[in-house]
């Protein structure tokens, strides 16, 4: 029978699509999941780089032991895409490959071999998905938000600097096992409004515009949860500094260390 001219179009489509499959190996999974071609992304291997020499400064600095903690950021070319710190490695031995591409589902994403996740990936990806904002993830062991954790406290208003973590105090999640969806849902819930949380009996997350950013919160809330945890030494206990003084102070945190 005859071929109309839009059914010869549909065909060509297909038959090129397959091409291009062929020649990439992922096509076929870009079509599924609604994400750009290898190649439109790019060339990732500065930002797996960035996340690697955070890792190791986490290490350095102490916020973290051995290969305790993991951190991701999402792909500026593909924002359904994440990179991520691969399971149980050490830090100091990661080359750029290393680093896991995925997406939100838990997919591994691309024509190549790959290493495994970190057992977290959930909680980065979930927060990704809930929180445009956020473009980085840390996520540490440190020593006083882990202590603070354990007793399952939040940080109050005890310091103005608590404001940095976007609110009038740091919650801490409720518990859930770690790598669990129990674990990232009381991680997005605790996040709600904030930059930062506790995870009960576990540690600690940050999220920021950048890398930077997500680390540099990180030890601010590391260095308030140690100053914390030395008041609440004193029997009375800090002095909480009222929900009107907080809001007057997170106005004046819009432009906190801005020159313009």
């Known amino acids: ?12 489509e297909t038959a090129l699509s397959q091409i291009r499959g062929n020649k990439r190996g992922s096509f076929s999974y870009e079509r599924k999941f609604g994400h750009p071609s290898e190649e439109d992304i790019g060339d990732l291997t500065d930002l797996r780089q960035d996340i690697i020499d955070t890792c190791i400064h986490m290490q350095s600095s102490g916020l973290v032991l051995h290969t305790s903690g993991n951190v991701s950021i999402r792909v500026p070319t593909a924002p359904k895409l994440m990179l991520v710190t691969p399971t149980g490695m050490d830090y100091k031995a990661l080359k750029p490959k290393d680093i896991v591409l995925m997406d939100f589902k838990g997919n591994p994403y691309g024509s190549r071999e790959q290493k495994k996740p970190s057992s977290e990936w959930r909680f980065h990806a979930d927060i990704y998905a809930n ?29 103005y600097m608590i404001a940095a973590a976007g609110g009038s105090d740091i919650r801490c999640a409720e518990y859930g096992t770690y790598g669990a969806q129990e674990l990232s849902d009381a991680a997005v819930a605790a996040l709600e409004g904030r930059k930062a949380c506790l995870l009960a009996n576990h540690g600690m997350i940050s999220i920021g515009k950048n890398l930077k950013g997500a680390l540099k919160l990180a030890e601010i809330v590391e260095n308030l949860a140690e100053m914390y945890w030395r008041t609440i030494q004193v029997s009375r206990g800090p002095i909480i500094l009222d929900e009107a003084e907080m809001g007057r102070i997170l106005e004046k945190f819009k432009t906190y260390g801005k020159q313009k």
Do not use: N, Q
């Not at 029978?1 to 549909?10: D, F, N, Q, T």
């Not at 840390?138 to 940080?155: A, K």
């Open 131 to 159: 929180r445009s904002d956020a473009k980085a993830v840390v996520h540490t062991h440190s020593t006083y938000c882990t202590t603070l954790s354990c007793l399952r406290l939040d940080i109050p208003a005890f310091h």
């Open 1 to 12: 029978g005859k071929v109309s001219g839009r059914a010869l179009e549909r065909l060509l």
